[in-house]
């Protein structure tokens, strides 16, 4: 120990150890990320809800031109005393499925009188010109 500028001698201060910091020293160390894990679960769960986030909106954008796009369904009904028969189109609105079909027209039909015979096929409007002819006055008509 030699001395210094001012011609004092300094005093290397205590030690813990071989590789310890000094016993004094009250210095705020900073966080490891590796044991500070609290923030990173923070940061993963912010990510997660991020994703969760997107996933949903693409979901939506996916399902709408789905649900936007036209259905209609071909049907034949009936009509009692005296019996009269017609083959029809009209527009489903829902699901597009047979199912969802009879249940939708059979209840419109019923309204004017009519009752379904049977759903003959479920489609898109690019179906409709080649069924227009055939249809009449039934076409779109309920």
Not at 3 to 30: C, E, F, H, W, Y
Not at 91 to 97: E, I, Y
Not at 111 to 135: E, H, I, K, Y
Request: charged share 15%; net charge positive; proline share 4%.
């Amino acid at each position: 120990m030699g001395p210094n500028a001012m011609g004092s001698t300094s005093v290397r201060p205590a030690k813990s150890g071989n590789i310890g910091g000094l016993l004094s020293d009250n210095r705020q160390v900073p966080a490891l990320w590796l044991l500070n894990i609290g923030g990173l679960l923070r940061i993963v769960g912010r990510m997660k809800q991020m994703l969760l986030s997107l996933a949903a909106a693409a979901a939506l954008l996916i399902a709408q031109p789905a649900a936007a796009a036209d259905c209609y369904a071909d049907y034949k009904a009936k009509q009692d005393s005296p019996l009269r028969l017609h083959y029809g189109v009209m527009q489903v609105n829902g699901a597009c499925t047979k199912q969802n079909a009879r249940a939708e027209l059979s209840a419109r039909l019923k309204q004017n009188g009519w009752t379904l015979l049977n759903v003959l096929s479920v489609f898109d409007g690019s179906g409709l010109q080649g069924r227009q002819a055939n249809a009449g006055q039934y076409f779109l008509g309920y």
